[in-house]
């Protein structure tokens, strides 16, 4: 049953919130009534165009046709740095926390200005130009954000590939983006540890011959290859280059980047967003989600990799004319009490993380955190997955000592923003529920006939209508984006996610209903880690499920059918996890490997996933209906050999 416990917000964070209760109704009810003046009215206030509009919104799910703002110019460059030069140039942008307890660096908007403009200069010397492919492969080092800065500045469209990726996967980015110029490093520093950036690259390039140059940034001063004619040292390049470099002029619905995501089937998406929708809606959630004020510190602990990264590491903080903090390194190095120990360093307002990371600290014990002050934290949030009640009441009470609102945001890649979540002002918080839906989102409970459920009730989570940050294609391939997300319910965005709403309206987000993992908060396919496991020549066929993991949320569980002959072994095992390092990334191995005779399979053939995901998760006394297996033999044997996970 769900946890019962309401958390009344402290009065004194909504004396002092841009949105208080009585707020969140009227504003909500009218941004469902008027949709269009609503959010001509966000546009304006949170966003610096050049020519405003002529048209709010024109979208029509039935063709996944999706545009906001249609007429009107900026450039989120501008918008993120130079509209607060006057007003703020001298001021905190970025601290950077490096990996090293003993460096971080802090550039105020005036510096974050002047580096984004001579890196923009250097594409341009390198013939980037707007609309060009640029691939960002890089650590947590200030440069990530200036090179997605510079980028927009040109109409240069960024696609940022996670440093934790393999070459393998680095290079199926960079060709289906088609990209034209990559920027790394030559090593990433995580924990002490290096991570072989410029050697995957050089890899990855092989394969690529679209990328004419490589810029890259010395972090780690390891020895790297150069190949001459291509490679160019980062800081060289950017020391030799103009600081004045005026904006492109971008249509609101111009690409301002592409970010890979993992689908149910298939490769990953290359998920598009534009300008103007995605920016009004970046700051908007930014300001009025974490109840952001001018000066204070905000700490989004997120990679750039990845969709949180981009909105509100980069995008949205700077929209704000706020203070972002960047960190390099791990929560637990040297000891973890890192979060804390920089919560403290840098008198941090608002932290925004992941529950895998919040439930790996819970294991270790309160005294790592109790060992700090944290009187400077105000707001708490939560972003990734769901989290649990328990994980959450100790961020709420440990962390946050009962004084910080949670703020647990539902969104996705594909949806740009928060969409789904309390507001620190507004909202009585329920642990383990994300709540209600923010302004202007319309969500709906969707039975197993795709009708909608009204009042309580369980099924999957579908959105009604259009919001600004909406992703509007797949990167060359519009069919798959209308097929994947506005097919199977005519007239909804479907989200992949299975949603209960409670009697008080509450939004309670069970997990995928697809054949996509969430393992510490990162998304994986099962396709793409059963299509790297049979690329190894012993195997014949493999089948991957998720079961519960008590730190990773989501483990990975793999069948594999050995071809004939083959003798299985833990050496085996250990290639096989090794190709799936190889080919997506480390974060995709799998926890368990099963050797199997055969999967259970309808008699169509069809694999049944339900019940390799209760083997897996060890519920076999609960194995569902089985009368459709062509072979019940198969079960059994599996259920004999199953490996105890979790
Ligand atoms: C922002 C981000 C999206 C998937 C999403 C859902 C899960 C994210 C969540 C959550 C429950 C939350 N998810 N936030 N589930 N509560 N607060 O994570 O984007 O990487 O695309 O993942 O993550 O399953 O569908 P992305």
Redesign the pocket.
Known sequence: MPHEKVYPVPPEIAARAHIDAEGYRTLYARSLQEPEAFWAEQAQRFITWERRWERVCDWDFQRAHIRWFEGGRLNACVNCLDRHLDSRGDQTALIWESDNPAVSQRFTYRELHAQVCRLANVLKNQGIGKGDRVCIYLPMIPEAAVAMLACARIGAIHSVVFGGFSAEALRDRILDADCRLLITADEGLRGGKHVPLKANADQALRECPGVRSVLVVRRSGGKIGWTEGRDVWYHEAVAAAAEDCPPESMEAEDPLFILY?SGSTGKPKGVVHTTGGYMVYAAMTHRYVFDYHDGEIYWCTADVG???GHTYLVYGPLANGGITLMFEGVPTWPEPDRFWQVVDKHQVNIFYTAPTAIRALMRLGDDYVKRTSRRSLRILG??????NPEAWEWYYHVVGEGRCPIV???????TGGHMITPLPGATPLKPGS?AWPFFGVEAVILDDKGKEIEGPGEGVLAIKRSWPAQARTLYGNHQRFLETYFKLYPGYYF???GARRDEDGYFW?T??VDD?L?VS???LGTAEIESALVEHPAVAEAAVVGFPHDVKGQGIYAYVILKEGVQPGEELKRELSEQVSRDIGPIAKPDVIQFARDLPKTRSGKIMRRILRKIAAGQIDDLGDTSTLADPGVVEELIRNRIQAG
Not at 382 to 387: H, K, M, T
Not at 408 to 414: A, P, S, V
């Open positions: 995501t990845w969709v949180t939560s972003v990734g997955e769901p989290i647990d945001t539902w969104w996705q890649t594909e994300a989200t992949g996610d987000i997990g995928r996509v969430n908060g990162h998304r």
